[in-house]
């Protein structure tokens, strides 16, 4: 049996998807390390796992993209956190590697330094992904604005002359900032920020075809295992049983991007329906809202419950929430501020597993109309569903991280 040492990001939407995974690998019998954020540490010991905090100073580079006036520029700003995290990252990793003594690697894709040192130290090591790849294609549009797959030869020129405007800037910024780290750490320069993504022996891809755009050019590192559903323990609340309308989950992200004006506008558009809302503000402030008689706000409550009830999702197109409906086949209809939520959003149209709002656009009345054409999608969502559960979840994953430490690599000499 081996011992794995995983380290994340300050981000429970990147967390909760490897907490499957790692209990998986608990149950094989493997030893786990977990570095993570501070308030989350007793829940994860309390799981089994040697858990310990991140460098409380990683935690304190929050996000600022939702200040941006545009999607370029709002991933302008979130790239900048990235490296920023980067600097700090990398020495808090090797410092867990002398702590722990692992004979394994799970690193969160956007912990960068922390892939750098996973990179240099020489053993086996693996990371995942659970939100859109951003890696480039023949197949898939350029990353970033949400754009639909090309068809035909314009389609096919669009994305040739989008591709160096978009990658580009964000290369010019991000690349010489990791280099500066990785040439610290005795690795060899990115050519581009693709390559952080190409990097790992290993990257476990959290989810599946054909709610990821089908591609002929996939790299042989790249595993799709599905998503990884995971939730904090918690009992079904108790006014649970007393609703006897569908419901519709609605939730906003759990790192503030100033979208509770989402939650605003479900209560409108649905105030007046045979629905019962249910709205989840991880970093909001719940008694900011009036609820209707036939909705409820709330800092959390568990998914698995309200969407075994669901007739619908509305999300700010986070993919951890987003799958995590799609996987109980059901509809969702997606609001998308930022991020990677425009590609979710568009992926999750053309899908045909729901429907797509931008923000900008949003009212009540439009919101109001697309919950009930994603409603009508329902078929879509249960196709995702099945080729989520053929793709294996968590077990895969586990499987895959397995062979990773039974391959030659795992018996390199670590530095």
């Not at 786990?32 to 100073?57: E, K, N, Y």
């Not at 096919?156 to 991000?174: C, H, K």
């Not at 109980?328 to 939520?341: A, M, N, S």
Request: overall charge neutral; some cysteine.
């Amino acid at each position: 049996m081996a011992r794995v040492l995983a380290y994340t990001s300050p981000a429970r939407g990147h967390l909760f998807p490897v907490t499957a995974i790692l209990d998986e690998l608990l149950r094989r019998g493997h030893e786990v390390a977990l570095r993570t954020l501070a308030s989350q540490v007793g829940l994860m010991q309390a799981r089994g796992f040697d858990a310990a905090p991140i460098d409380p100073a990683i935690e304190r580079i929050g996000h600022d993209d939702y200040r941006a006036r545009t999607p370029l520029g709002a991933q302008k700003r979130a790239m900048r956190v990235f490296c920023a995290r980067a600097e700090r990252d990398a020495g808090d990793l090797r410092r867990a590697i002398d702590e722990v003594g692992p004979d394994a690697l799970l690193v969160d894709i956007n912990a960068w330094g922390a892939l750098a040192v996973a990179e240099a130290w020489g053993g086996a090591w693996a990371a995942w992904c659970p939100y859109p790849l951003p890696l480039p294609s023949g197949d898939a549009p350029p990353f970033g604005p949400g754009l639909r797959p090309a068809r035909g030869p314009l389609g096919r020129l669009r994305d040739a002359a989008l591709t160096p405007i978009v990658f580009g800037s964000l290369e010019r910024l991000v690349t010489p900032r990791v280099n500066e780290v990785r040439e610290r750490l005795g690795v060899p320069p990115m050519s581009g920020a693709a390559d952080l993504f190409l990097a790992p022996p290993l990257l476990l891809y959290l989810t599946a075809e054909p709610f990821e755009y089908p591609r002929s050019d996939w790299p042989q590192s790249v595993r799709l295992v599905g998503p990884c559903d995971w939730d904090p323990p918690a009992e079904p609340p108790g006014w649970l049983d007393e609703i006897e309308t569908p419901i519709v989950l609605v939730t906003t992200s759990s790192e503030f991007q100033d979208d509770g004006r989402l939650v605003r506008c479900a209560l409108e558009a649905l105030a007046g329906e045979q629905l019962h809302v249910v709205a989840t503000l991880p970093s909001g402030d719940p008694m900011s809202f009036d609820a209707p008689p036939n909705s409820r706000v709330l800092s959390f409550v568990p998914h698995g419950p309200m969407l075994d009830r669901a007739a619908c999702a509305i999300t700010h197109g986070g993919m951890g929430v987003t799958q995590k409906a799609l996987a109980r086949g059901v509809p969702v209809c997606v609001v998308p501020f930022g991020r990677d939520q425009f590609e979710v959003a568009r992926r999750v149209e053309v899908a045909g597993a729901g429907t797509r709002l931008p923000a900008k656009r949003m009212t009540p009345k439009r919101l109001r109309a697309a919950v009930k054409a994603a409603i009508r999608r329902d078929e879509g969502a249960r196709r995702i569903a099945e080729s989520y559960r053929k793709a294996g979840g968590a077990g895969a994953a586990a499987d895959a991280v397995e062979e990773l430490i039974r391959s030659p690599l795992h018996d390199r000499a670590r530095r």
